[in-house]
């Protein structure tokens, strides 16, 4: 753009426009990127001018309306006579090649427009009203998102800001990134006119933010040049190795994947599927990778095939013959068609081998086996995931009138997830240099996943996302308030890391005087949850991140000492290891009966606690007595496994009973008071309590009741699990040994 611009004293040559060609060859640009890195010769400068954008738009758009881009060429040409760029060309040629490159992708007419003037508010004396009055709102907006902030105004905050400013442009429509890709694409191509250190400094800029960008957006015509741009800069010797091995390659008698796709067209000519299979070179960098992940390669290592259908159903079809005629490779398969990813990419991805017969060998046995990868998807796939976002056209479009859309849909690019957060989070970040350096930070995290919340809806989160980032992205900062998860309907720490396609219940409390610990940091994956969770400590600078109170549940809760001696329980509390008080007989024939052994003594099992109304069964100990346990104890299938025999018992006319309860719930100011309130509201007269030091925010209780009926007993374990701060309550079930 304007650091490549100069003014000298003598006019320009000014490139003509040329009348559009009826018909010419579609340009494939990952073959234009392909040559321009493995051969000697120059790009040199665009021929026939506008004429090849027009001609390029007009495959996509048969029916747009090209006067906007003829005025917008006059007043973009006009404006940049007399600037040349550091390459020594007329400076037209930029913005005619960045126009001419989304044109090749699909882009609509209001995005080429703006493409084409670009450069002129930041880099001539155009001003943005101007552009508004001649073009229109769209282009305006467009224009002024890409145009960057002077250094002048914001000195070394001047591009941090200036991509902070066309983010926030992009929230609103995404083709202002769709040119800034374009427009970084071209000057990374004719960037060997700049000095090594700033080759590299644009290069690492462009590594870090635009191909995580291009990578989101979906554009991966633009990301894989891109890659590949930036590998020969920063990677000289490893492009240098990769580019011979291609070289080498492409100068073999045979090719694997030739045969690969000769037998697959067969196949599909067999079944009668009409379809398009392709050889797809991988590109530098996705070379690179596999050599280094495989050590050597093969020859079908250099490549996939591509198969085009028509319809999703031929997709499926496709696959079924392939893995019938050939043998697959079953950890390679990924269904990116039910399950798109977060870029609105759509694919099948399989793996299938060929035994080749190996001529070194006696008898030519087939040890040598090669595999070939497939990419099956539509042709409107195969147009979404080269030019992604650029190919959805404009968002302010009805369906009606979007072009090739089918069955009059479209999904609405301008505010995917990863996006909104990011908004979210940029507007939080305190400084240009915080927003730099966690921009990168996020943009590295180039995978996403889905989880599903209890009403139905998802939360989309970067891999390696906790319930920590799930209740910020959910809840913003009122998250300080979250007690803990469950995950799967299971309980979670908040530190859990979350997969793809999980179910998470976040559990909130109600104390408007909750706080987030400083733990959480350690556990928060996204910027939205450590900038929220940074600005609350930063605003609480005293704030004692392990109150006793708060990291326990209040009065008579066991704390754990500061100094690493071993925990004591708070004045008035049991000792937690002390072990749960059994349950004292009740008299012969009162609760309990003992059939045939009329006066026997019993005693209730301490292990299950039954109460009236359990299904019980009994075991003779020594003495005489007879312990009365559950029939669903695990002791009960222990002495059963061992031989011993069981005694008949049932229940008397008592219905007053002693039962052992725990409750496990999340440490938070005066939990304990509110626990035994809930209790002696049902009537229930608590005979002992055991509260064990908080683990990971996490506390287990346990009480002894007596009860007046146990028919309350349902009530009022409701009456415990409704208690804000408690996730779980349950009969008592210790693991003793029987006697």
Known sequence: MSAEATNPATPGPVVPAAPRRRSRPRIDLRRLGRAALLGPASRGRLPDAIGHVVEAHRFHHPDADLEPLRRAYVLAESSHRGQMRKSGEPYITHPLAVTLILAELGAETTTLTASLLHDTVEDTDVTLDQVGDEFGAEVRYLVDGVTKLEKVDYGAAAEPETFRKMLVATGNDVRVMSIKLADRLHNMRTLGVMRPEKQERIAKVTRDVLIPLAERLGVQALKTELEDLVFAILHPEEYEHTRKLIVDNAARADDPLAEFADVTRAVLRDADIQAEVLIRPRHFVSLHRTARKRGRLRGS?????????????????????????????????????????????????????????????????????????????????????????????????????????????????????????????????????????????????????????????????????????????????????????????????????????????????????????????EHAHTPAARIAIQRWLAAHPGTDDAPAEADGTGAGATRPPSDGAPAQPAPDAPAPDAPAPEAPAPRPGAAITVVDRPGAGVRLAGCCTPVPADEVTGFAVRGGVVTVHRVECAAVARMTEAGRAAVDVRWGDTTECRVTLFAESFGRPHLLADLTEAMALEGAEIVSATVEPPSQQRVRHTYTVQLPDAARLPTLIRAMRDVPGVYDVGRAHHQTPFS
């Not at 990868?373 to 959805?392: F, S």
């Not at 089918?406 to 995917?416: A, F, I, L, S």
């Not at 009122?478 to 396609?501: I, P, Q, Y």
């Open 301 to 521: 290592d250099f490549g996939r095939l591509l198969v085009l259908v028509n319809e999703d159903a031929d997709c499926y079809a496709v696959l079924g013959e392939l893995h019938t005629c050939m043998t697959p490779v079953v950890s390679e398969f990924k269904d990116f068609i039910a399950v798109p990813k977060f870029n609105l990419y759509q694919s099948l991805h399989t793996a299938v081998s060929l035994p080749r017969a190996r001529t070194d060998s006696p008898g030519g046995t087939p040890a040598d086996v090669q595999v070939a990868e497939v990419l099956i998807r539509t042709h409107q796939m195969h147009k979404v995931a080269e030019a992604g976002v650029v190919a959805l056209g404009s968002p302010y479009a009805s369906p009606a009138e979007e072009q090739g859309a089918p069955d009059g849909e479209r999904v609405d690019p301008t505010r995917p997830g990863w996006l909104s957060r990011l908004l979210d989070w940029q507007e939080a970040a305190p400084d240009p240099d915080t927003f730099w350096s966690t921009l990168r930070e996020d943009l590295a995290q180039d995978r996403e996943i889905t989880v599903f919340r209890p009403d139905g809806g998802t939360l989309g989160l970067p891999e390696g996302a906790t319930c920590v980032d799930a209740a910020y992205a959910q809840y913003g900062e009122d998250a300080h308030a979250c007690l803990g998860a469950r995950v799967n309907g299971r309980l979670a720490t908040l530190s859990t890391v979350l997969k793809d396609g999980d179910s998470v219940q976040l559990l909130m409390g109600q104390d408007p005087a909750s706080e987030p610990s400083r733990e959480w940091l």
